[in-house]
């Protein structure tokens, strides 16, 4: 099994493109720019597209029981009504650390959402992950991290792997009945010079694709932890992969031009577009966030 090459769908020029997931219910993938404060969705069926202003940087949207969104900004979790464009508060998150800001996640069969938290500057190590289950956000007791990035979920829903990307560590651990985490455990680490692991996301034979920060590209590692494949792509920071599409079957794929410099974007540019290719393996649909 091999990937096809990766194409450019949207010529965005994303500041920070992040947080791919194809919501079925609407047939078309959603995606963020975290620091243009975006929300984009994207029908490749039809070629359509649609954005969205938000009022605060947005780590990423999940599609909620209830209808609309559920979207990660800077300051803790709201809910967004795409019809309206509205966002509405959920729940504060970290309220005592203003430097803080939402950054990724991934919903599990239960309902349950999962994300983290890091230093917007970049440099301090307050970044955490939490759970938000039954209405409330609760620690995971994971932190420590300048940027987390993920979680992914394994689908048997029972794994959850967790990114330290300054580390370039992927760690994993087993999620408890209760909701609660085991113990962590190593998964994979990115080699120095092969950029910083990104977004993960988990395909349905349980392997996980990882975003290539300064990388110039994403790969896709087995259960165990083996390099399975590497996609190359046209430019150096590629940040998450989702499957979605007919069948699951195609990766879309966020890049960023963030503090890339004018002479640096010349050489590649097509950074900061959404790509998409053929993943020749079929994907994982996102569950409702219930709450």
């Known amino acids: 099994m091999s990937a096809s090459e990766p ?52 780590g ?11 979207a990660g900004l800077q300051s803790g979790l709201f809910h967004f009504d795409e019809r309206t464009g509205a966002f509405d508060l959920i729940a504060k998150v970290e309220a005592d650390k203003p430097d803080n800001r939402l950054n990724d996640g991934v919903v ?15 440099k301090e190590k307050t970044g955490a992950f939490y759970c938000f289950a039954n209405g409330e956000v609760r620690p995971t007791g994971v932190g420590g991290m300048v940027v987390t990035n993920g979680p992914a979920i394994s689908p048997d829903g029972k794994t959850l792997y967790l990114v330290d ?28 010079g092969a950029g910083f692991p990104d977004g993960p996301t988990v395909d349905s034979t349980g392997a996980v694709w990882i975003g290539l920060y300064g990388g110039w590209g994403a790969r896709r590692y087995s259960v165990s932890g083996e ?21 699951l079957r195609t990766a879309f ?32 649909a996102c569950p409702l966030v219930r709450y």
């Open 7 to 58: 194409k450019a769908v949207w010529k965005l020029e994303a500041e920070l493109g992040e947080g791919p997931v194809w919501v079925e219910r609407d047939s078309a993938l959603w995606f963020v720019d975290i620091k243009k404060q975006l929300v984009h969705r994207y029908d490749p069926a039809i070629d359509e597209r649609g954005s969205w202003k938000a009022p605060e940087q947005v």
């Open 60 to 70: 990423f949207v999940f599609p909620a029981e209830r209808g609309g969104f559920v």
């Open 108 to 122: 599990d069969s239960e309902g349950r959402l999962w994300f983290g938290t890091m230093d917007n500057k970049e």
């Open 165 to 192: 990307t300054f580390r370039r560590r992927i760690e994993k651990a087993e999620i408890g009945a209760d909701g609660g985490l085991g113990e962590r455990r190593p998964f994979v680490t990115i080699e120095q």
């Open 227 to 247: 390099l399975i494949e590497e996609v190359r792509f046209p430019v150096a920071n590629v940040t998450k992969l989702a499957l979605g599409g007919s069948g």
């Open 253 to 284: 794929a966020t890049s960023a031009r963030q503090l890339l410099k004018p002479e640096q974007i010349a050489k590649q540019p097509q950074i900061g577009d959404l790509f998409a290719f053929a993943a020749g393996v079929v994907g994982v």
